[in-house]
């Protein structure tokens, strides 16, 4: 067998006593490691050999800086090698410019994203300048419509433009009864997505929600609606299906 990082060949005796727990993967196999979590070591990264950034632990991550005088991510240093980024559950945050790619942290080879059901929010700018993106996966559709971000480029669907629940490209969203918002830029850039149903339940759509997706033909952004204001209700233009019950959002109107 291999470990991940060398072609040598591993020869295990065994004995009838003899008990062993192994776990065959390049995890194994660690280029870089350490703490990145706004508490220390609540939070844990590591990249292995097969390019993979893992974030693993218990709540929040750290929040960065970039340039000179900056607070850089601890693994600035890797960022052209990192491929794959996986934010294991139990993570509740991505900082500030965690992933921002600019002249001294290239992350030119960054091409998918897992995100896990413990997210709730993202920084500003997280990953902003990235291009080579082209995948992100989770694998329930309303936890990820329940993250805050707090600016666009906070998505990584703004880079990435494709999201996958349980392995399956998201084009059509149907929104069960029930639903009364969406969040502001949770699906911005989702080129994907070219399909979209809302609910009679529907009361505000935030911010941005799905601008740039493949809903909108030419790509700017929606107008705020400006739905929170405490005395003035304002409810997102629809069309009424008859037959379905559902709304089906109209798009020209912004």
Request: hydrophobic share 35%; proline share 3%; glycine share 8%.
């Amino acid at each position: 067998w291999s470990d991940g990082c060398t072609d040598k060949e591993r020869n295990i005796t065994l004995t009838q006593d003899t008990t062993i727990v192994a776990e065959f993967s390049s995890m194994n196999c660690v280029i870089a490691s350490g703490t990145c979590g706004i508490n220390g070591d609540n939070l844990m990264w590591q990249l292995s050999c097969d390019s993979i950034l893992s974030i693993m632990g218990e709540g929040e991550m750290s929040e960065y800086s970039y340039g000179d005088h900056g607070i850089n991510p601890p693994w600035t240093e890797y960022a052209s090698q990192i491929k794959s980024i996986v934010v294991k559950e139990g993570v509740t945050s991505i900082g500030t410019y965690a992933f921002y790619n600019y002249s001294t942290a290239k992350y030119n080879s960054l091409k998918d994203i897992t995100i896990p059901t413990s997210l709730t929010k993202t920084g500003g700018n997280v990953f902003s300048g990235i291009t080579s993106m082209n995948a992100v996966y989770i694998t329930d559709l309303e936890a990820w419509m329940n993250i805050s971000h707090s600016n666009s480029s906070g998505n990584p669907l703004c880079s990435a433009h494709h999201l996958y629940v349980n392995g399956v490209e998201l084009e059509e969203l149907v929104l069960p009864e029930g639903t009364t918002s969406v969040k502001e830029y949770v699906f911005y850039g989702c080129k994907g997505l070219k399909s979209l149903q809302l609910p009679n339940s529907i009361e505000l759509i935030e911010n941005s929600a799905f601008a740039g997706t493949g809903l909108i033909e030419e790509e700017e952004e929606i107008d705020d609606l400006d739905l929170l204001e405490e005395e003035e209700e304002v409810v997102a233009p629809v069309e009424t299906n008859e037959e379905s019950e559902q709304q089906v959002f109209d798009f020209t109107q912004f």
